[in-house]
């Protein structure tokens, strides 16, 4: 499969009406795991890559460390990729065109673009810039003769902007402008309430994405409210840091390995997930 047939799929995975539930990966192995469960694409998760290389969440990883490891992701697996690209690594449109052209170099077929400037005083980039900022990495996409599926994130909830309705009202405002400007879906994380989530569904006319977290509605639920693509962001990544830390204290506690055990995927099994090549048409 081309890339460009890879985000023709992605772009038919989250039309209205059907339920994309995508898992997030943070290097080669989850992706493969999560692509040998079944999923019919894959997302990357931004703060489990810089977990993983020892970077606090937000933009504060080598964007050069982060690309690297989108393309070693994407090559690792045969279907669609969306890499989460956070905020663009840059203020302006061009910073966003290009990470977008390094995020298609890298061979994704799907990008995360969100308004979460990472500074307190000011949280969301204005309406305005973002709507130019998406509008840039639309024209970059382009430019590489691809519909590169734009996934236009949205943190007025996690960055708690507002409140109540005046909240879901510059939530919507958000949503429809981001459409507008060439986006092909509203991702609003920090919301896990059937009301506004249905609120969400009803008043942004495109499909809408919501991160399940700990203590969300079940996917399946979330679909039925009309939600169209489901991801975990880092979730399974810090699950499986309190896996390893529950690993370690039992180890270094009582010397045992049960738990360990418990969760062993075993040398055969691991060794096959990456046997056979994957290449990349």
């Known amino acids: 499969m081309t890339q460009r047939e890879k985000a023709e799929l992605l772009l038919r995975l989250q039309q209205p009406g059907s339920s ?16 040998t469960a079944g999923f019919q694409a894959i997302g990357t998760t931004s703060a489990g890559i810089a977990y993983a290389h020892g970077y606090v969440d937000g933009e504060h990883i080598e964007p050069a460390l982060m ?66 900022r998406i509008i840039a990495a639309r024209a970059a996409a ?15 909830y996690l960055a708690g902007v507002g409140e109540g309705q005046a909240q879901l009202d510059e939530t919507i405002r958000r949503g429809k402008a981001y459409l ?34 700990p203590g969300s509605l079940p996917a399946p639920e979330l679909f ?3 939600v169209v693509r489901v991801s975990i962001g880092d979730c399974a990544m810090q699950a499986t840091m309190g896996l390893v830390a529950k690993i370690a204290e039992e180890l270094r506690d009582q010397g045992t390995y049960d738990t360990m055990s418990r969760y062993f995927c075993g040398f055969a099994e691991a060794g096959a997930l990456f046997a056979a090549s994957v290449t990349q048409s």
């Open 20 to 35: 994309l539930l995508l898992p997030n990966a943070w290097d080669a192995v989850s992706a493969r795991l999560f692509e």
């Open 67 to 132: 690309f690297q490891t989108i393309a070693r992701i994407a090559s690792s697996v045969r279907v669609p990729v969306t890499a989460d690209i956070e905020a663009g690594y840059g203020p302006s449109p061009d910073d966003v065109a290009a990470s977008v052209e390094r995020a298609i170099a890298a061979g994704a077929a799907g990008v995360n673009l969100e308004d979460n400037t990472q500074n307190p005083a000011s949280p969301l980039y204005t309406l305005d810039a973002q709507v130019e």
């Open 142 to 156: 382009e430019r590489a003769g691809l519909h590169l599926v734009i996934n236009a994130r949205t943190d007025t």
């Open 180 to 213: 507008g400007a060439g986006a092909d879906s509203i991702f609003v994380p920090g919301v896990v309430d059937a009301t506004i989530i249905e609120a969400l569904v009803r008043d942004i006319p495109g499909p809408i994405n919501i991160l399940a977290i």
């Open 224 to 226: 039925r409210l009309g």
